[in-house]
């Protein structure tokens, strides 16, 4: 019985920039709701009836927006004025649109442009920090964004339950130290030491005083409600046009306590109606608990 793995956000950064991708022409500058230059960003989102999820329209009065600009467009992401960001903003031909945010984000960094679709308008990206984290590290959530018709559809939420991305990596306890990593939908499989995790007696059997185990198989490991990507961002691999999307979670196991075991990674094409997968391999940590690359 295959056991999944739990794959969550760990201490890293923001993703990395890759070779082709737009930046901003500009550092983004925070500007108050009554700076005249702007004002047509607060009058159309008064009339956009954005509700966010405390399901109260955002209104001009305390917020301010940190603008920048990306592909010759302008953006702003809306906050609170004590620095919570609340919604994204975008500046299309139509005019200003809006996508809320989730609560207490942290300084989020530009977005990142890339055609999924192939209709030769990119889509938007956005992979931000949330401010708190758990044992197992910072947080982050991730949107897919497509611009058309004055608005802002998103094509992925990482907030969304029903959005979750199905990597296919699963995890299980071997005798004799070892764990294995495999991948459901392509067959891969990465062998790791696993010896130091307490699980086996002396001669090398698994031996839990928790009773996780059942048939010799791990049973502790399900799949979360949404995905807490290390790396959300486009990238045209194979220069078709057409932007695949490189993801990448921490992958845990729960053992007495959340265990890390390495970093699951996986590329992505977007094809009406969800994401397929393309690629996938696993990085196994490299401090002595595993090491290895399913590839």
């Given at each position: 019985?295959?056991?999944?793995?739990?794959?969550?956000?760990?201490?890293?950064?923001?993703?990395?920039?890759?070779?082709?991708?737009?930046?901003?022409?500009?550092?983004?500058?925070?500007?108050?709701?009554?700076?005249?230059?702007?004002?047509?960003?607060?009058?159309?989102?008064?009339?956009?009836?954005?509700?966010?999820?405390?399901?109260?329209?955002?209104?001009?009065?305390?917020?301010a927006?940190?603008?920048?600009?990306?592909?010759?467009?302008?953006?702003?992401?809306?906050?609170?004025?004590?620095?919570?960001?609340r919604?994204?903003?975008?500046?299309?031909?139509?005019?200003?649109?809006?996508?809320?945010?989730?609560?207490?984000?942290?300084?989020?960094?530009?977005?990142?442009?890339?055609?999924?679709?192939?209709?030769?308008?990119?889509?938007?990206?956005?992979?931000?920090?949330?401010?708190?984290?758990?044992?197992?590290?910072?947080?982050?959530?991730?949107?897919?964004?497509?611009?058309?018709?004055g608005?802002?559809?998103?094509?992925?939420?990482?907030?969304?339950?029903?959005?979750?991305?199905?990597?296919?990596?699963?995890?299980a306890?071997?005798?004799?130290?070892?764990?294995?990593?495999?991948?459901?939908?392509?067959?891969?499989?990465?062998?790791?030491?696993?010896?130091?995790?307490?699980?086996?007696?002396?001669?090398?059997?698994?031996a839990?005083?928790?009773?996780?185990?059942?048939?010799?198989?791990?049973?502790?490991?399900?799949?979360?409600?949404?995905?807490?990507?290390?790396?959300?961002?486009?990238?045209?691999?194979?220069?078709?046009?057409?932007?695949?999307?490189?993801?990448?979670?921490?992958?845990?196991?729960?053992?007495?306590?959340p265990?890390?075991?390495?970093?699951?990674?996986?590329?992505?094409?977007?094809?009406?109606?969800?994401?397929?997968?393309?690629d996938?391999?696993?990085?196994?940590?490299?401090?002595?608990?595993?090491?290895?690359?399913?590839?």
């Amino acid at each position: 019985m295959g056991i999944w793995a739990l794959c969550l956000a760990c201490l890293a950064g923001c993703a990395p920039a890759f070779p082709g991708q737009p930046t901003p022409s500009s550092v983004p500058q925070v500007q108050s709701a009554s700076a005249g230059p702007e004002q047509a960003l607060w009058e159309a989102l008064e009339g956009s009836g954005v509700v966010f999820l405390d399901a109260a329209p955002l209104g001009p009065a305390g917020w301010a927006a940190a603008f920048g600009e990306a592909d010759g467009h302008r953006y702003a992401f809306l906050q609170e004025t004590e620095g919570t960001f609340r919604a994204f903003a975008w500046e299309g031909v139509a005019g200003w649109a809006f996508y809320p945010l989730g609560p207490r984000l942290l300084d989020p960094p530009p977005p990142r442009l890339g055609d999924v679709g192939g209709d030769g308008t990119p889509e938007i990206f956005l992979h931000i920090q949330a401010d708190g984290s758990g044992i197992t590290g910072p947080f982050y959530q991730s949107y897919l964004l497509r611009q058309g018709d004055g608005q802002l559809q998103a094509l992925y939420d990482s907030t969304r339950p029903e959005d979750r991305i199905d990597l296919g990596f699963q995890f299980a306890f071997l005798d004799g130290g070892q764990g294995v990593v495999r991948n459901t939908h392509l067959g891969t499989r990465t062998v790791l030491d696993t010896s130091a995790y307490g699980v086996y007696n002396e001669k090398g059997e698994l031996a839990d005083p928790l009773g996780v185990f059942r048939e010799g198989v791990f049973q502790g490991n399900l799949p979360q409600g949404q995905n807490f990507f290390l790396e959300f961002s486009p990238q045209d691999q194979d220069g078709d046009g057409v932007a695949e999307v490189q993801v990448a979670e921490s992958f845990f196991v729960s053992y007495q306590m959340p265990r890390r075991m390495g970093t699951c990674h996986a590329t992505l094409r977007w094809e009406e109606g969800g994401f397929s997968l393309v690629d996938a391999w696993f990085t196994a940590l490299e401090d002595g608990e595993g090491t290895g690359d399913s590839r």
